[in-house]
């Protein structure tokens, strides 16, 4: 099965409709919809003008949660808030339709000290894991038999600290969770994140596809140093969905040229509407 393209939402295309015109104009599959945004707060989703614009241009969807979402957070009120933001996340994607539900996990605030860093995650890690137990029966609930999968993208913080990674099994405890890898937060983080995602290359599901140069990452595919192939046949064997996520339009055609003149096989080409 080809592997699907898609984009990122971009400060260029802010509604759904600019959106999807650029995403059928490039040959891309989906967009995914970044709940940072004002008009992409699950609230304020209208899920019936999102599936006529699907319908008119022949796309579908993926959400990404808010960058800040922290359901660990240390306040019952505040973790609480978190854990109710991505239940109507979920909730929302599944009248979308939208197979995957991007989430960062969040490593929490640390303390700075003369020699250190310490996480306060780690220094209580019980309760890390125990509040992160009730968030993932939570959207478990909230997801259902849907198929729907949250898929948890790694942010450069696997190799350094161990608690995340006892955070990421405890989630992926639940079928509901999976994988994204983000291919420049890996490269940016000296592919620290690479044997986590490695060991557990069977849940993955998504790949924020991205070019990288040392700590630079976001780059347009070919203008780093990534060995971009080798995450595209990794995309391909593991059947997942690829964003392309780099910032711009401009940057985005050009990651689609990227991909025609080097994978032709994959032929993103400029499509009419259906």
């Known amino acids: 099965m080809p592997v699907p393209f898609g984009m990122p ?25 970044n709940m ?14 999102l599936l006529d614009i699907a319908g008119e241009y022949g796309i579908s969807y993926t959400l990404h949660l808010d960058e800040n979402l922290n359901p660990c957070d240390f306040n019952d009120r505040v973790s609480k808030a978190y854990t109710d933001t991505a239940i ?3 909730l929302k994607a599944r009248q ?60 450069g913080h696997y190799g350094s600290l161990p608690y995340m990674r006892k955070g990421l099994d405890l989630l992926l405890e639940s079928p509901v969770f999976a994988l994204t890898w983000d291919v420049g937060h890996n ?13 557990r290359l069977h849940r993955l599901r998504h790949i924020h596809l991205h070019d990288a140069d040392g700590r630079s990452n976001h780059l347009v595919l070919g ?15 593991q ?25 032709p096989h994959y032929n993103l080409r400029h499509r009419e509407r259906p």
């Open 36 to 49: 940072n945004l004002p008009e992409y707060q699950a609230d304020a989703l209208d899920v019936k003008h």
């Open 223 to 237: 203008e780093g140093s990534v060995d971009l192939m080798k995450y595209l046949d990794l995309a391909e064997k």
């Open 239 to 263: 059947d997942c969905r690829v964003v392309l996520e780099v910032k711009t339009a401009d940057g985005l055609r050009r990651s689609v040229e990227w991909i025609n003149r080097e994978t």
């Open 9 to 33: 939402t971009l400060i260029e295309t802010k509604t759904p409709d600019d959106c999807a015109k650029l995403c059928r104009e490039l040959g891309l599959s989906f967009v995914e919809l």
């Open 96 to 155: 979308l339709s939208a197979p995957i539900l991007n989430m960062h996990v969040n490593p929490g605030v640390y303390f700075t000290l003369p020699d250190k860093k310490v996480f306060l995650f780690e220094e209580y890690e019980p309760e890390y894991l125990r509040k992160l137990t009730v968030f993932r029966d939570a959207c478990e609930q909230a997801a259902g038999s849907s198929g729907m999968v949250v898929c948890l993208e790694n942010c």
């Open 187 to 199: 490269a940016a983080a000296d592919y620290s994140d690479e044997p986590t995602l490695i060991e």
């Open 88 to 90: 109507s996340a979920i």
